[in-house]
């Protein structure tokens, strides 16, 4: 019974670094810093984008800086959601800053 029980305890360690990061590509928080200038007001268009790429949003911080809007934004979601929004931030010419 000790034997199976240590066999068990083996396996569940050896499967825990995969489901790990199984979960990491399920579920990642990252925090996006966009540029853009106060004319273009982007943050409804933002929103939208975040709704069609699946994932989830919320406004951390909104600054002016002259005619430069910065928006702080924290954003969960899976893997390849982030990359379908990060490739649309890099093609919109209205965007002059972009960080994550």
């Given at each position: 019974?000790?034997?199976?029980?240590?066999?068990l305890i083996l396996?569940?360690?050896a499967l825990l670094p995969y489901?790990?990061?199984?979960i990491d590509r399920w579920n990642q928080s990252r925090t996006y810093l966009i540029h853009c200038l106060v004319?273009?007001?982007?943050?409804?268009?933002?929103?939208?984008?975040?709704?069609?790429?699946h994932l989830r949003y919320n406004l951390n911080s909104q600054v002016k800086e002259g005619t430069v809007l910065i928006l702080t934004w924290i954003v969960q979601g899976r893997?390849?959601?982030?990359?379908?929004?990060i490739q649309a931030m890099l093609n919109d010419e209205r965007v002059r800053r972009f960080e994550y």
């Amino acid at each position: 019974a000790s034997a199976a029980a240590s066999i068990l305890i083996l396996v569940v360690l050896a499967l825990l670094p995969y489901l790990e990061a199984r979960i990491d590509r399920w579920n990642q928080s990252r925090t996006y810093l966009i540029h853009c200038l106060v004319a273009d007001d982007l943050r409804i268009e933002l929103e939208t984008l975040f709704r069609s790429c699946h994932l989830r949003y919320n406004l951390n911080s909104q600054v002016k800086e002259g005619t430069v809007l910065i928006l702080t934004w924290i954003v969960q979601g899976r893997a390849k959601n982030h990359d379908e929004f990060i490739q649309a931030m890099l093609n919109d010419e209205r965007v002059r800053r972009f960080e994550y």
